[in-house]
């Protein structure tokens, strides 16, 4: 018997996908209409005004992410990491629209950034299509997720311990709302980013936006400064040097692992610009820093390429010692590697200022230890106090210098006891590990230049943490970042990509695109 079949009325033609997309498009370029009049009409009645710019690009990134979220991450990193508030203090992305100078201020009262709406309005983003779409089960954890759950976990037990004795609460909040951005960036780069076209739009974003920083610094240097670093001791922030530390990094892997021409040509020549701006920074920490990942450079070329490694290290290790050699007792631009170098092993025989920034470590260490040794199991917590013992230079002008000191690795003990301190270094020591993992697996090209970069600069991050402070709002998406890109890169790679199409039918057919490479 035939049994006549009659279609499911949930079954989706082609026409109807054709009337849906129709239908989308229209929605977007009306609501682009919209924002366009309205910023008109605003323009018209109050005359031309910076702000509404940034508005603009505002509601503007705000449709993007609703359009995907992927461009939310996009977002926030090209944009959080474009400017330092040192250097552009009008800068809305980090700061809060409660921030008078800010471009995007609204009130006092609101209290959240523009980074800050923009995750929390990626996850609505993401998560309200995952329901939708039902793909919640397809939410990526891998390695990384559960040891930087464990740590945040701890940074929680902080803040509600801290307040919880009476610790000042505004304080408290402002001391740990930018750690919490490192697993919110983990988990959005691990879930978001999915293919190795994705990857690179990323950290194509990201060293624009190191070069954008740099350019704004070269700018002031020029004009401001009139090329005599000798007025500044800093231009920026301190953590910008190591972000730039980061570029310096790309560069170097793009040539060591052949990637990409546009890579190989175009970052060398905005290498200048954040050169500049990374000498007139003057940071001591970025510069050794560097110098410990340039000997990771080079062992990884000794592993990836010995030919090449036997060629370039002897060359190096010569040019190097006679460097230092000629600029340890320098005083200018070009001797500050050697100097900061100096400042580190030979601390007695450092410059003035050196010599009092080390001094003020040293007794702020003291303090920091007995503070441990008051509270060594659940710390003081957030919003509380470090305990003084030792006096220390006058830097009353930092208003929370009794709260955060230098050294942010310790002071993760001193705001949450052994437990917190533990779990950062399992989560860090992970990182790292799984990083050169994944490095070791890359099949080159941009691949391996972009995880080379994403593991050398949480080792970098967490050095430089040891001696200054390092839990910022940049700081942290970018290590949040880094960590996101190790915890997925194996996931990416393995999946199978078409080869691309010939251009002309005489040529050979081209060559697969190299997958994961074996341990």
Request: aromatic letters at 16%; a positive charge; one cysteine or more.
């Amino acid at each position: 018997m035939i049994t006549s079949f009659t279609p499911r009325s949930n079954i989706i033609t082609v026409t109807d996908q054709v009337r849906r997309a129709t239908i989308r498009w229209w929605l977007w370029f009306a609501c682009l209409i919209g924002i366009t009049t309205l910023m008109g009409l605003s323009m018209a009645r109050s005359g031309p005004n910076p702000a509404l710019f940034g508005w603009f690009g505002y509601i503007a990134g705000v449709t993007l992410i609703f359009y995907h979220p992927r461009y939310g991450v996009y977002l926030i990193m090209g944009l959080g990491m474009a400017a330092d508030s040192a250097l552009v203090y009008w800068y809305p992305f980090i700061k809060n629209f409660s921030s008078g100078e800010s471009l995007l201020f609204l009130s006092n009262a609101i209290i959240f950034s523009p980074l800050e709406s923009f995750l929390v309005l990626t996850y609505v983003s993401w998560l309200g299509r995952a329901i939708v779409q039902r793909k919640l089960k397809s939410f990526y954890t891998g390695l990384l997720f559960w040891p930087t759950l464990l740590f945040i976990a701890f940074i929680t037990f902080g803040l509600v311990y801290g307040l919880g004795r009476g610790g000042n609460v505004n304080i408290g909040l402002w001391e740990s709302r930018a750690i919490y951005y490192l697993p919110l960036m983990l988990i959005l780069t691990s879930n978001l980013i999915e293919t190795r076209r994705q990857v690179s739009i990323l950290l194509w974003l990201v060293m624009i936006a190191i070069f954008i920083n740099g350019f704004v610094g070269s700018w002031f240097v020029a004009t401001v400064l009139k090329f005599d670093l000798s007025t500044v001791d800093r231009i920026a922030g301190h953590p910008s040097s190591v972000h730039a530390n980061t570029f310096f990094i790309m560069v170097i892997g793009s040539w060591m692992f052949r990637a990409s021409y546009a890579r190989r040509l175009i970052l060398p020549v905005m290498m200048p610009f954040v050169l500049l701006s990374f000498f007139a920074n003057q940071r001591r920490a970025a510069f050794v820093t560097l110098a410990i990942a340039l000997v990771f450079i080079f062992a990884v070329l000794y592993w990836h390429n010995r030919k090449a490694f036997f060629l370039i290290a002897p060359v190096a290790a010569v040019v190097g010692t006679l460097y230092i050699g000629a600029f340890w007792n320098s005083s200018g631009v070009i001797g500050m590697p050697a100097r900061a170098i100096k400042s580190v092993v030979a601390e007695d025989a450092s410059s003035e200022r050196d010599q009092s920034s080390n001094l003020y470590r040293i007794l702020e260490n003291i303090n920091i230890f007995f503070t441990i040794r008051m509270s060594p199991l659940t710390g003081v917590g957030f919003g509380q106090k470090f305990h003084i013992i030792a006096p220390m230079a006058d830097i009353s002008f930092f208003d929370w210098w009794e709260y955060i000191p230098h050294n942010s690795i310790l002071w993760i003990w001193i705001k949450t006891g052994i437990g917190g301190f533990l779990a950062l270094l399992f989560m860090v020591g992970l990182s790292i590990i799984k990083g050169f993992r994944v490095l070791a697996r890359m099949p080159g090209g941009d691949l391996s230049a972009i995880a080379l970069t994403a593991v050398l600069y949480i080792i970098m991050h967490f050095i430089f943490a040891y001696v200054d402070m390092a839990w910022e709002p940049q700081s942290m998406i970018y290590v949040g970042m880094s960590m996101g890109l190790i915890n997925s890169l194996e996931r990416i790679v393995a999946q199978p990509v078409e080869a691309p199409p010939k251009r002309w039918p005489w040529q050979p057919d081209p060559l697969p695109v190299p997958g994961l490479r074996p341990l």
